[in-house]
């Protein structure tokens, strides 16, 4: 209408390949551009988020998302994003356009994103740099609807989580209302046996968005639950379970009804990431990535979000 937008300081400077340099010192992460279901990949001293993205003119009541980001960071304080290495029209089967979220792991030298394109499936890209560019490894879903047993609504088969267990073994954990679980063959494009779900009650019910890590042997999978989302997590001593649903550890998340976890120890710290919509311009269908430590009690047992320190920067 003409109105001049509130400035945002963004300490973002765009470089002549079009990758961008940030400096972050608080939430959320980046002030730039609109992020969500960020999922974190250490390897080496390089932290990678690799986050769903928000565009600019999306409407208060619908996700429009066409593509992914990647950023990078070794000090948790100076990031750069790299140019997009993936977008939606990379998968030609998926009719719907919209590139929700995904998850990145590497296996046998190469790198594989899993991602959401709603009610067509979950496919999975494939690339020999990190950064990418990512092309569709089988051509078709790696999953779809028909894999969700006990669900009947559209969007049933989304959010996929990676988690390769100390043995080498690599599982994929997905769903909508129902969480599942499968074993992927060491090429990481197809499922290995039998899909099983997983039962958390109903005190704690699964929404979607999972996501295993693993710390002293023990299991954990943080997801969302409920609607407007927040965070729960359960704790097991197999991967397969039986799964213990222990509570909540996070709350709504701002003026977002998502949230998405995303865990990984980082320099001796266990950071937590999700998103909210607390840009000036944010909502729950226009978010960003925000950073939190993550603390366990002396039992294993995760202490909830707001009461861990702050995120040491160096």
């Known amino acids: 209408d003409g109105t001049i937008k509130p400035v945002t300081p963004t300490n973002a400077v765009t470089n002549k390949d079009g990758s961008i340099d940030l400096i972050t010192d608080g939430n959320p992460l980046f002030r730039?551009?609109?992020?969500?279901?960020?999922?974190?990949y250490v390897e080496g001293d390089t932290l990678w988020l690799f986050a769903g993205?928000?565009?600019d003119d999306a409407p208060n009541n619908e996700y429009k998302m066409k593509d992914w980001l990647t950023f990078s960071t070794t000090d948790l304080k100076h990031w750069h994003q790299h140019p997009v290495g993936l977008d939606i029209s990379a998968f030609k089967w998926a009719d719907c356009k919209q590139a929700f979220a995904g998850h990145v792991a590497?296996?046998?030298g190469k790198?594989?994103?899993?991602?959401?394109t709603n009610w067509c499936g979950i496919g999975v890209a494939v690339s020999d740099n990190i950064t990418g560019p990512y092309k569709d490894a089988i051509g078709k879903p790696l999953l779809t609807n028909k894999d969700c047993r006990g669900s009947k609504h559209s969007w049933a088969c989304i959010d996929p989580a990676i988690f390769i267990d100390d043995d080498n073994t690599p599982y994929i954990i997905w769903g909508n209302r129902q969480c599942y679980i499968a074993r992927l063959k060491d090429n990481m494009t197809e499922i290995d046996g039998e899909i099983h779900q997983i039962d958390l009650g109903n005190d704690f019910p699964f929404t979607e968005a999972p996501w295993v890590h693993k710390r002293d042997g023990k299991y954990y999978l943080t997801y969302a639950v409920s609607w407007p989302e927040r965070m729960g997590y359960a704790m097991s001593d197999n991967i397969m379970g039986p799964w213990?649903?222990?509570?909540?550890i996070d709350g709504?998340?701002?003026?977002?009804?998502?949230?998405?976890?995303?865990?990984?120890?980082f320099k001796d710290q266990w950071l937590y990431f999700t998103h909210d919509g607390t840009l000036h311009d944010g909502h729950s269908y226009k978010r960003s990535v925000v950073m939190k430590k993550l603390e366990y009690n002396a039992d294993g047992t995760i202490k909830p979000i707001d009461s861990t320190p702050s995120i040491v920067r160096k």
């Open 32 to 40: 730039h551009v609109h992020t969500a279901d960020a999922a974190a």
């Open 53 to 55: 993205h928000d565009e």
């Open 106 to 108: 590497k296996r046998n």
């Open 111 to 116: 790198y594989y994103w899993y991602v959401s």
């Open 244 to 248: 213990r649903p222990m509570g909540l």
């Open 252 to 265: 709504v998340s701002g003026n977002s009804n998502t949230t998405h976890p995303s865990i990984v120890k």
